[in-house]
């Protein structure tokens, strides 16, 4: 709240209003959705006390951090107090900080032990929230090191070695953080900064260099794949679960495994059970969207709340470990459409300020939106910390790329000296 002050009266006093006129169609989504969210656990949740709860300590957190971010953003126009470069600085730091920690412990334990721990969760909860932190800081060690090689330019205030290591650190992160949702998501960031880079040097690159180029990318990306598979056993048997996590009548440990037995695959193998209640969870999940089109009130355990309220039992507080159906579950189709859109918006907003003008920060927003959005599907991120985070950042990157600050609108000033 103090933060919120301080950062909103800085930003009041010195804000470019054209800012807001750009972002209107993001903002106006947003408030659209807010406004439904509210609406919908007044008038329609079959359990407002409950939905009024979560939306307080929920969606208006969040938007707090939206609103924040946007305030940190404004305030950076005045670089007396401090630049959107020296932020991005600090929000990159802060990433690394998690990630060096974790590398640094897993290697003291290899070397101790001989054995390279897997699923690292670092000074987080757990992995998945450390591989969060490090595709975040990984978006933006890329962007810098595409614009350094693409346009000479750079906005991290150290040299290209340094960056070499960060990022050689933040991929090691990744491979001990072990996540399959994670893997993927780098595996698409990379195919992303490659196909840009190609695209912006297309007409400056040697056929038979750019032929070995394409060549040297999948055969990494088919190794990286290939090890992503090998390390994580769960990718071996998913095929084989798929139908039997569908049969949501006949196998039922998706609804409480402490009460019913896990199946068992053509080999005799029990189930792996993170791909069975995967699989089994969507399907439910969808199944309760066509029950309840306008969903049935806002909150991170609506899919456990709706499961418990269909069938009689389950857990609760459960959630089908997919961000995009416990949102439609909660919000229904009018709610998850207007959030769909929100994100698009901002992607689109991105791409725009990109192409006119090479706007770094930009591409920072588009890595990062399109990352979680990508990652809503298969996680719940719509949640918690993890949904503070990210629309905090979204409000800091987007307003830095419409805001027209000094240092990004004319961000070439900082000019990496070319090869001779």
Known sequence: ????????????????????????????????????????????????????????????????????????????????????????????????????????????????????????????????????????????????????????????????????????????????????????????????????????????????????GILLFLAAAATFGYLSFKADPRWQSLVDTIPIALDTTQHKAWLDDSKYPYPTLPTGEVVNGSNYSRIAWAKEGALLVRDHPLGIGYGRAAFGHGITAKYGEGIIGGHSHSGLIDFAVATGLPGVGLWLAFVISLMYVAVKHYLMDNNPFALILFFIVSGFSARMVVDSVIRDH?????????????????????????????????KQ
Request: charge should be positive; glycine fraction near 6%.
């Open 386 to 418: 993890m949904l503070e985070q990210f629309l905090f950042l979204v409000g800091f990157f987007a307003f830095a790329t419409v805001a027209r600050m000094p240092n990004v609108a004319n961000y070439k000033e900082i000019t990496l000296p070319k």
């Open 1 to 212: 709240m103090i933060a919120l002050l301080l950062f909103g009266y800085s930003a009041y006093q010195i804000a470019n209003r054209n800012s807001l006129k750009i972002l209107r169609l993001p903002v106006a989504l947003y408030i659209a959705l807010t406004l439904w969210i509210i609406i919908n656990a007044l008038f329609i949740s079959p359990e407002t006390s409950w939905a009024l709860v979560e939306i307080k300590g929920q969606w208006l957190m969040g938007l707090a951090s939206l609103i924040l971010g946007v305030f940190v953003a404004l305030t950076a126009q005045n670089q007396k107090l401090f630049s959107s470069r020296t932020i991005l600085l600090m929000i990159g730091g802060t990433l690394f900080a998690h990630v060096i920690y974790a590398d640094v412990s897993t290697l003291g334990t290899f070397i101790s032990t001989g054995i390279l721990p897997k699923r690292v969760g670092g000074l987080t909860e757990g992995m998945d929230k450390l591989n969060y932190l490090n595709n975040m800081l990984i978006a933006i060690l890329f962007t810098d090191c595409f614009f350094r090689i693409t346009f000479h330019k750079r906005q991290l205030p150290f040299n290209t070695a340094l960056l070499a290591l960060a990022i050689g650190l933040a991929l090691f992160g990744s491979y001990i953080e072990a996540t399959r949702n994670g893997m993927v998501a780098l595996l698409m960031l990379i195919i992303s900064v490659t196909s840009l880079y190609w695209f912006e040097n297309r007409g400056r690159i040697n056929p038979r260099l750019l032929i070995g």
